[in-house]
C-alpha cells in the first residue's frame, strides 16, 4: 500500500469544519483581565520606581573612556558580535538581514494551519527545546574558543579566530591585507549563516519538519542568540571586553 | 431615590453615558460600541483567546508601558533641557528640586527597558502560536517595524541624560551604524549631526525621541490595531480540512484492520 502522504500533526484544540467558535462578551470576560493586568503592572512598576534609583552617573566627559564601554543591553548580543567579525558585519548586516529576515517569516510560512496553536504541531515544542540547546551549545561554545585561541610565534597581545587565521594564511606569503578579511568576514559569514542551515537540515532530518517547523527552528535559533548573546554581553565581558565571572564584574565608574 | 440615581437621570450624566451599567446583553454590546477606548474590541472574543495563558497579555502590556512612558515623559519634558551641560544638570535637579521628579525619571526609565521586553515578548508569542499566518502577514510586518522603533525610542532616550553611561553606550551604539557600507559616512552625519556626539546630536536625538518616534510608533499602532480587527480578530485555530479529516479518520481505520 502507498504510504499516506504525512499529515499535519496539529496539537491542541481540534476545531471541526463549520464548528463555530464559542464567543464571550468583552465585558466583563475580556476587560476584567486587561484591568487587573493593568492595575498590576501599574503597581509593579509604581513599587520599582520608587526603591530602585534609576542610574545616574558623572557628567559625560569624551575624554575618560570608561572600560569596558557597553552599549545598552539590547545591543549587547551585537556588540558581543562586534568582537569577532568585521564590525560592518556586526553592526549592521547582521540587525539588517535579521529584521528583514522576520519580516519575511510569514511570506515564506503560507499554510493557514496551525494559526493559534502554541507550537503548532505535535513536534512543534521538542524542535523548539532542540533548535535552543543546539544553539545555545555552539554559541557559548564559539565565544570561547575565540577567547583562548592562540598559536605559538602570533604576534604579541593576538588571538581570536581571525587573527588566527590571518597569521595563517599570511605563513603562505600572501599580503595582510589580502588576508584578514577571510577571519572577519568569511569565516563569520560561513557560521553565521552555516549553524541555521544545518539547523534547518537537521530538524527536517531528524523530525522530517514541514515548513512551519522549519520556521519554528530557525526563530528558536534567532530568539536563543539574542538571549544567549546578550547574556554573555551583559554579564561576562569584563575590563576591554574579555570573559569573567559575573561577580567579577566592576559596576561602572 | 438616592442621590446617585438622581444623578444618573441627569441630562449631564446622559450626554456622557449612553448606556446603562453593562449588566445586560444589550448594554454589554452597547459599552464596546459606545466607548472610544473599549471600541478598540469587538463586542465579543473567541472564549479561548482570553485566556491569559494564550497570549500573556503582552501586547496591551506593550501598549500600556507605551501610555506610561508617555505621562512620566511629558512630565519629565517639563524639565529637561537638551543643550550641554544643561542636560545634565537637569537630571541632578529633578533628583533633588522637583516633585516626583526622581519617581517620573525611575518610572520612565524602568518601563522603557519593559516595553522592549514586552514587544519582544509578544512578537515571540505571535511567532510560536502561528499568528502571523495569512491572512496577517502584513500586520506581522507593521509589527516588526514597531520593535524597531521601540528598539530607536529607547536608544534615543539612552543619550538624554548625558552622563557617562549614556554618553558611552551611544558611542559605542552609533560606531556600530558608522561603519554601514557605501553610506557611512551619511549615516554618521545624520545621525550624529557632526563626527562625534556633541551638543547638537543631543538636539537631534532629543526631537527623535519626544516627537518623531512617538508619533511614527502612534501612526503604526493605530494601523496594527485597526489590522488586528480587519484581519479576523485574535488568532484562533483554523478549521480542520475536511479531506484531511477523512483522510485522518481513512488511515485510523486501515491501521484497525492491519492490527
Known amino acids: ?253 | 431615590m438616592s442621590l446617585w440615581a438622581r444623578f444618573k437621570n441627569t441630562t449631564l450624566y446622559k450626554s456622557i453615558y449612553r448606556n446603562e451599567y453593562p449588566d445586560t446583553p444589550r448594554n454589554q454590546v452597547l459599552v464596546i460600541l459606545n466607548s472610544v477606548v473599549l471600541h478598540l474590541h469587538p463586542v465579543k472574543v473567541p472564549r479561548r483567546a482570553v485566556r491569559v495563558s494564550y497570549t500573556w497579555g503582552l501586547g496591551g502590556l506593550s501598549l500600556l508601558m507605551f501610555l506610561m512612558l508617555t505621562v512620566t515623559g511629558v512630565w519629565l519634558m517639563f524639565y529637561y533641557v537638551p543643550a550641554v551641560p544643561g542636560a545634565y544638570e537637569s537630571m541632578k535637579a529633578l533628583d533633588t528640586d522637583v516633585i516626583f521628579g526622581p519617581f517620573a525619571r525611575n518610572l520612565h526609565r524602568w518601563a522603557a527597558h519593559g516595553m522592549v521586553i514586552a514587544v519582544w515578548l509578544h512578537m515571540t508569542r505571535v511567532f510560536y502560536t502561528g499568528s502571523y499566518k495569512p491572512p496577517r502577514e502584513f500586520n506581522w510586518v507593521i509589527g516588526v517595524v514597531l520593535f524597531l522603533i521601540t528598539v530607536l525610542l529607547s536608544f534615543t532616550g539612552y543619550l538624554l541624560p548625558w552622563d557617562q553611561l549614556a554618553y558611552w553606550a551611544i558611542q559605542v551604539g552609533s560606531n556600530m551604524a558608522k561603519v554601514t557600507p557605501v553610506i557611512g559616512s551619511y549615516v554618521q552625519m545624520a545621525l550624529l549631526d557632526g563626527y562625534d556626539i556633541g551638543p547638537s546630536t543631543l538636539v537631534r536625538w532629543y526631537t527623535l525621541h519626544v516627537i518623531l518616534l512617538p508619533l511614527a510608533c502612534i501612526a503604526l499602532m493605530a494601523v496594527h490595531f485597526w489590522r488586528i480587527r480587519k484581519d479576523g480578530g485574535i488568532s484562533t485555530p483554523i478549521p480542520y480540512d475536511e479531506d484531511e479529516e477523512e483522510q485522518e479518520e481513512l488511515a485510523l481505520a486501515a491501521g484497525e484492520t492491519n492490527e
Open chain 1, 1 to 253: 500500500m502507498a504510504e499516506a502522504p504525512e499529515k499535519y500533526q496539529q496539537t491542541g484544540p481540534k476545531v471541526k469544519p463549520r464548528q463555530k467558535e464559542e464567543m464571550v462578551y468583552t465585558w466583563p470576560f475580556l476587560v476584567s483581565i486587561e484591568a487587573i493586568m493593568a492595575i498590576t503592572m501599574i503597581l509593579a512598576f509604581a513599587l520599582m520606581a520608587t526603591f530602585v534609583d534609576a542610574p545616574l552617573m558623572d557628567m559625560a566627559n569624551p575624554d575618560k573612556t570608561p572600560n569596558p564601554a557597553k552599549a545598552p543591553w539590547y545591543f549587547l548580543g551585537l556588540q558581543e558580535l562586534l568582537l569577532h567579525m568585521d564590525p560592518a558585519l556586526a553592526g549592521v548586516i547582521v540587525p539588517g538581514a535579521a529584521l528583514v529576515l522576520l519580516a519575511m517569516i510569514p511570506y515564506i510560512d503560507r499554510d493557514r494551519r496551525g494559526t493559534g496553536i502554541w507550537f503548532s504541531t505535535k513536534k512543534g515544542l521538542p524542535i523548539t527545546i532542540f533548535s535552543a540547546i543546539y544553539t545555545a551549545v555552539i554559541e557559548i561554545a564559539l565565544v570561547l574558543v575565540d577567547e583562548v585561541v592562540r598559536l605559538p610565534g602570533m604576534p604579541e597581545g593576538s588571538y581570536r579566530i581571525s587573527a588566527t587565521v590571518t597569521y595563517l594564511l599570511e605563513q603562505t606569503g600572501l599580503p595582510t591585507a589580502a588576508v584578514s578579511w577571510v577571519g572577519s568576514i568569511f569565516i563569520p559569514l560561513v557560521l553565521m549563516i552555516g549553524i541555521p542551515w544545518v539547523l534547518a537540515v537537521i530538524v527536517k532530518r531528524r523530525y522530517q519538519a514541514n515548513t512551519r517547523e522549519v520556521m519554528i527552528a530557525l526563530y528558536t535559533f534567532f530568539f536563543t542568540s539574542f538571549i544567549v548573546l546578550s547574556a554573555i554581553g551583559t554579564f561576562f565581558r569584563g575590563e576591554s571586553m574579555h570573559l569573567v565571572w559575573p561577580w567579577e564584574l566592576q559596576p561602572p565608574q
